[in-house]
């Protein structure tokens, strides 16, 4: 399943998708770190475009390769 940008999806809706559980979205949410609407004091809306620039935040560049000792 993708990720709509411009679609706001609740906590319970984006966690499988950005592969978190709902309470670790909430406390993303509080953090800061992942982008949301507040509604109520633990109700969050999440727009799809924001749910995708955390996961590109969270992207771990790959390993380099080590060289091998010249002899």
Known sequence: MTI?????YSQSE????IGL?????TRE???GTL???????????I?????IDFLQA????PAMKKRKKEA
């Not at 559980?21 to 979205?25: F, L, N």
């Open 58 to 61: 969270r992207e771990i560049a």
């Open 47 to 51: 727009q799809g475009q924001a749910a």
């Open 21 to 25: 559980g709902t309470k670790a979205v």
């Open 4 to 8: 709509d940008p411009t679609r706001y």
């Open 35 to 45: 982008r949301a609407s507040r509604l109520t004091c633990r109700n969050y809306r």
């Open 14 to 17: 984006i966690a499988p998708l």
């Open 29 to 31: 949410c509080r953090r």
